[in-house]
């Protein structure tokens, strides 16, 4: 602890009343721990991390946050007075203080010195490729000039503090007062431009780190989860082949490699796998943390489910975080939110940094965490440190992209010691020339064999639907609702079902947990059953679609080979692509009307990704467009081509759904909670609106929400809004 005189003024960090306010102690801790975090890690700036640390708050020597911070009572009545006077901003102040302060001295050129501006302009916003001139009026004027006497003193204080030495305090002093004003341009060689890109990325998240998690002990977890995966065992006639396939993968997975590649066909059991590896990395000294990532809800609860099943020890659950747009937790407090009890949460830094043992989340999460330049992401980033990431399902990542991240996990395992799994029934062509766990082809014949599907192209006759588990798929949702309505008017004597992301989250999960046990059926349904679920269909109807999207989709079928007259129908579109690639759907149209079975299937796929990577002339233009953002150092313009580009799909409006019961609840909750906390507590009673819907009666939703963008259907409407049979998708019926 850092002891002043009882006459000495003591500068504030946060609010007087909390436990950790002192000015002086925030900033030499924030820097410890931000070099700490990033000393782990071989980037070359090894410096950066800690002088942003140590200055990134010198800003609050702003008047405003001093005299703020000092009052315990009335502080809302004097804030609005201080606010007339001065800005409440302090990132400009301390980047701008931190301009006159470093120095060649202090073994720092210039480039190192912009990108400690950089990290400390943008702690509490983004990394920004430039800056120049800051003007932010009168106030900001006003905090400027008076906090010269408060950098004075603050100075004297820290005098004879070894990590605040070397600092020209003078010069600082005396240009202080002048017009704000950076010359400053991140910079970065086109041949190192990914590693740049990284370092800076990495030592924003370090910074975060070590802020938001200051008010605590900094603890780092080493990844030592006992788990026992005997459970997940299950008699079959596949039951050997799975066997197998585990025992090779096991024998042959290197554990040196950067990244590996474990191609899996659908069924096979890879979910022990996955478990089976993470346990011997358990006797990794080095191994922090486990990521499994995929691209849908369903994978991820399926993953969790099994996870749950395989670590006997309550203690060890616990470290075991579930983290995605609905809910954030670890597998414990999941049961306690799944079986109602629903608090709001708090921000958790364990939580929100990934400094959990486990984590589970989605595809969409590691990319947000790569490429986006929010904070709220960036913090996660420097929890991939000696970490094994498990990318499921890396054939859904778009193909101009995975050639990007494939660059990007490897400068991970160079820089960061991270080591990646990935993991598919289908290889791209981009990750074909990555190391692969090497599974005996006559194992995957004999699988391939007793798995084998017929695959038919046909023109869909709905009268003559073959009727037994059978699953009926389109390409969209309009589409998906139409063919629903028709199938219901057809066979009325048949049970039909429709599921799509028009349909809440708690009664899609309830359909398909009630047909895991039913008779025969018709499922009417997107792409929203195409992987991740857990249900074996005798029959599948498919929309003509990329070959990848057949694979998943095959994958529900006659899992467990029981069927021997499974069958596959693909059948003709209406001749639209949407929502796919034109080149890939075209491709696939072509190959597929010539596919008589799953084997042959299999057998077309390299071919299939080696043509349309040499050929898809638009892929190969945005990944030169996302490269060339890169090599700029323009770190808003990756997240904004990343964020176009992948994330940006026609679900324009979440509307909540709630039972009649709840309706009164939900409403208080809407109105007086975050919106975070909200669609974290009742996420799986929303549905989405899409974009493409006729629906647009806003006399039907309550009044006072949609002010704020947010539609809750009006009780007395809900019934006319959400259809128990369609959702919201019973306004994409074309009458």
Not at 163 to 178: H, T, Y
Not at 412 to 434: D, F, R
Not at 686 to 710: H, M, R, V
Request: proline letters at 3%; a neutral charge; hydrophobic letters at 40%.
């Amino acid at each position: 602890m850092i002891m002043l005189s009882a006459s000495t003024r003591e500068f504030l960090s946060h609010p007087i009343e909390q436990e950790k306010h002192s000015l002086i102690e925030h900033l030499v801790t924030v820097a410890k721990t931000a070099n700490h975090i990033f000393s782990q890690t071989d980037f070359n700036d090894s410096k950066i991390a800690y002088y942003a640390g140590l200055l990134h708050d010198l800003g609050k020597l702003n008047p405003f946050y001093q005299e703020l911070f000092a009052k315990i009572n009335n502080r809302d009545k004097l804030e609005k007075k201080l606010a007339e006077k001065y800005s409440q901003v302090h990132s400009p102040l301390s980047a701008w203080a931190a301009d006159k302060l470093l120095s060649k001295d202090l073994g720092l050129d210039n480039n190192t010195i912009s990108k400690i501006l950089v990290l400390i302009y943008g702690h509490h916003s983004k990394i920004r490729r430039m800056l120049g001139e800051v003007s932010l009026g009168n106030t900001f004027l006003q905090s400027k000039k008076d906090m010269i006497p408060n950098i004075v003193e603050f100075e004297k204080q820290v005098s004879e503090i070894k990590e605040f030495c070397g600092l020209r305090w003078n010069n600082c002093i005396e240009k202080f007062q002048r017009p704000v004003s950076f010359d400053v341009t991140l910079k970065a060689e086109k041949e190192t431009a990914l590693d740049s890109y990284l370092e800076m990325s990495v030592a924003f998240s370090c910074l975060l780190q070590a802020d938001r998690g200051s008010f605590s002990e900094f603890e780092e977890p080493k990844f030592d989860l006992k788990m026992n995966t005997a459970s997940l065992v299950t008699e079959s006639v596949l039951a050997n082949l799975r066997t197998e396939f585990q025992k090779q993968v096991m024998n042959n997975f290197d554990y040196n490699q950067p990244i590996i590649v474990i191609n899996a066909p659908t069924g096979i059991g890879k979910t022990k796998v996955f478990l089976d590896l993470i346990s011997k990395y358990g006797h990794d000294k080095d191994i922090r943390r486990i990521f499994y990532f995929s691209p849908l809800l369903a994978l991820t609860e399926d993953f969790e489910k099994k996870l749950g099943l395989s670590i006997p020890n309550k203690e060890d659950r616990d470290q075991v975080l579930i983290y995605n747009h609905m809910f954030a937790g670890s597998i414990e407090e999941k049961k306690s939110f799944e079986n109602g009890k629903r608090e709001h949460t708090k921000w958790s830094f364990p939580i929100e940094s990934f400094n959990k043992k486990f984590v589970i989340t989605t595809t969409q999460r590691l990319l947000m965490t790569l490429y986006s330049n929010k904070q709220r992401e960036c913090i996660k980033l420097a929890s991939f440190r000696n970490s094994i990431l498990i990318i499921d399902e890396v054939q859904t990542i778009p193909k101009y992209l995975l050639a990007n991240l494939k660059k990007i996990l490897l400068k991970l395992n160079q820089y960061m010691g991270t080591k990646t799994i990935l993991v598919s029934a289908t290889i791209p062509h981009e990750i074909s020339n990555l190391k692969k766990v090497n599974v005996s082809d006559a194992l995957l014949e004999r699988y391939h064999d007793v798995t084998k599907k017929s695959i038919s192209f046909e023109t869909l006759d709905l009268q003559k639907l073959t009727i037994k588990r059978t699953l009926l798929m389109a390409n969209t949702r309009r589409k998906a609702a139409n063919l629903f309505s028709q199938v219901v008017s057809i066979h009325p004597e048949h049970k039909v079902l429709y599921l799509s992301t028009g349909v809440r989250k708690k009664d899609r999960k309830k359909i398909l947990n009630d047909i895991t046990n039913t008779g025969d059926f018709i499922l009417v349904s997107t792409q929203v059953v195409e992987a991740g679920v857990d249900v074996s269909f005798s029959h599948v109807y498919r929309e003509a679609a990329p070959l990848d999207s057949i694979v998943q989709v095959m994958g529900r079928l006659n899992r467990e080979g029981k069927e021997p007259n499974a069958q596959l129908i693909v059948y003709e579109s209406d001749g639209s692509y949407r929502p796919y690639s034109e080149l890939e759907f075209s491709e696939s149209l072509n190959k597929i009307k010539k596919i008589t079975d799953s084997k042959t299937l299999y057998s077309v796929l390299p071919e299939y990704y080696s043509l349309i990577a040499s050929t898809n002339q638009k892929n190969l233009n945005l990944l030169n467009e996302l490269e060339n953002y890169i090599a700029k150092m323009d770190f808003e313009q990756v997240w904004d081509f990343v964020n176009r580009h992948v994330f940006l799909d026609d679900e324009k409006d979440t509307v909540f759904i709630p039972d009649i019961e709840q309706w009164d609840e939900v409403k208080e909750a809407l109105i007086n909670s975050l919106p975070k906390d909200t669609y974290k507590k009742f996420g799986d009673l929303t549905a989405s609106l899409s974009s493409g819907t006729s629906f647009n009666n806003k006399d039907f939703f309550d009044d006072e929400l949609l002010e704020q963008n947010i539609f809750l259907p009006k009780k007395e409407h809900l019934a006319e809004v959400y259809d128990k049979n369609m959702g919201l998708d019973k306004w994409l019926v074309t009458n």
